[in-house]
């Protein structure tokens, strides 16, 4: 259906076209490419090539270093086009018609929008060269791409202009050093017009990870510490890319962790991989490959990577496939890491040992220790008036509690204090303030609440041991 649709307004396109003139035209298109070319433009061939719709910022930002590189100078031509439809650049020399420039406004980052020429043809001059290159995003049903054209010169040197632009793309990408994830277009489905949605995380200190330093050193070894002696490890034939399983409770500080790891060094391009997006894994590996160093996080990976022999959901085999796959070809210099986390590592143990070399490094989150846990009431506290008497009672209750249980424990103590002096300019909280928020938790909320947030009780049936009084 598409296709024939796209015939029919081809065919409307040249009736419109061919012999006519738009009152608002500026003039013919072939006029204005022989005196910038001084030769006619018709003689000249045309090589194209496509490009992901996510690089048109990145285009336009390479289309300029070009021509700053060399000194030169760049200008855009617009052109008149009927219904929205695509022209190609040779049916544009022959009867196009000069018109406005058409922008988009897209975003390149966080609250962050660059205006982009998304129809238009570049000209560009340095020296004695001179390039027309036409930049065109088709937008749905026409596809999802964007066409580059270019004219000037042979064929073999407009296609290596094409590769130095491609290049140009690839070093100065909008992307890179940025936090996002993409997202499927659902007029499309699958990966076809994928979306980038930029993300920032709150800043996040190594000393507010609260893991037993052997853990903490662990992960920062494996991960920071490969891509800071990256060169090193590249001139000793070393494999950079790595694969990292963070496994423990739920609430352990595993996210906490990885959020930590995307803003620890300068540079570092993290992608983010969940459910919604398990279509889009090829996409994802090769934007991360592209924008190396980078960061692929995938949460919750038991989701979909159950042991192959009890899965049911194709859809969910084909994606951890998938997933092993693109980490697998990777080259080994590609300084890229992925980094897996699960609650459930038993569901998935069988799957990823039957793929070995994927993952390189499993690290356990364990439930807090007692110094954890005074470490985590001294992190949670801050901003309050903390006046408990008796902290090692408190840190001796939350045995088993994991750093999602005592933050929320802290919030509530917090809320109790609020309601005693509503309007206060700060919130003292007591111990009769904690033995009022444990009481919600353990009692009152009962064993889902203490399961939601990582509450490991010795005696789950009996919830009484667990009493605040």
């Given amino acids: ?64 270093k070009w021509t700053a590189e060399r000194a030169g100078s760049r200008s855009v031509l617009g052109y008149l086009s009927d219904f929205g439809m695509p022209v190609g650049l040779r049916e544009l020399i022959e009867d196009g018609e000069v018109g406005p420039v058409q922008h988009r406004a897209i975003d390149t980052g966080f609250q962050k929008q660059t205006t982009c020429v998304e129809n238009g043809i570049h000209l560009l001059t340095a ?7 036409h930049v065109r995003a088709t937008q749905y049903p026409y596809g999802t791409g964007v066409e580059v054209e270019v004219v000037g010169g042979t064929a073999d040197a407009a296609g290596q202009f094409i590769e130095s632009l491609r290049e140009l793309v690839r070093k100065n990408s909008v992307y ?18 994928a979306e980038i949605r930029f993300h920032r995380f709150a800043a ?30 590249k001139r000793t034939g070393r494999s950079l890319k790595r694969g990292l399983l963070l496994h423990g409770k739920p609430g352990t500080g595993k996210t906490y962790a990885a959020r930590w790891l995307a803003g620890a060094m300068e540079g570092l391009t993290t992608i ?35 042991s192959r022999e009890a899965m049911t959901n194709s859809f969910s085999q084909v994606t951890l496939h998938q997933l092993m796959n693109e980490m697998d070809g990777l080259a080994p210099s590609a300084e890229v890491i992925f980094l897996l986390t699960t609650n459930r590592p038993d569901a998935i143990e069988t799957a990823i040992a039957a793929r ?18 005074r470490r985590l009431f001294d992190l949670y506290a801050r901003g309050l008036q903390w006046s408990v008497e008796n902290p090692a009672r408190f840190i001796e209750k939350t045995e088993g509690a994991s750093p999602a ?65």
């Fill in 272 to 306: 983010l991989l969940t459910g919604e997006q398990l279509g889009l894994v090829r996409e994802c590996c090769q934007m991360a490959r592209m924008l190396a160093p980078a960061l692929v996080i995938m949460e919750d990976v038991d989701l979909i990577a159950s």
């Fill in 204 to 233: 996040v200190r190594r000393e507010e990870i609260i893991l037993p330093e052997t853990t903490l050193s662990l992960l920062e070894r494996n991960t920071l510490g490969f891509l800071r002696h990256a060169e090193q490890l």
């Fill in 1 to 64: 259906m598409a296709c024939a649709l796209r015939g029919r307004l081809e065919n409307m396109y040249r009736f419109w076209h061919v012999g006519f003139r738009w009152p608002w035209s500026s003039g013919k298109l072939q006029s204005r490419l022989r005196r910038f070319f001084r030769t006619d433009p018709r003689a000249l061939p045309v090589v194209s090539r496509s490009f992901p719709k996510q690089d048109l910022p990145s285009l336009q930002v390479a289309l300029e």
């Fill in 405 to 469: 249980f005592i933050q929320e424990l802290i919030r509530k103590a917090a809320l109790a204090s609020a309601e005693e002096s509503p309007g206060a300019d700060s919130l003292r909280v007591t111990d009769r303030h904690l033995e009022t928020a444990l009481r919600d938790l353990l009692l009152s909320g009962g064993e889902l609440t203490r399961s939601l947030l990582g509450f490991r009780s010795a005696t789950p049936s009996s919830p009484q041991s667990h009493s605040p009084s």
């Fill in 127 to 133: 020296g004695e060269a001179r390039w027309a290159v």
């Fill in 356 to 373: 070995p070399g994927r993952i390189d490094q499993a690290i356990e989150f364990p439930l807090p220790d007692a110094d954890c846990r």
């Fill in 176 to 193: 890179r050093g940025q936090i996002f994830s993409l997202e499927s277009d659902p007029r499309m489905g699958g990966a076809e017009g």
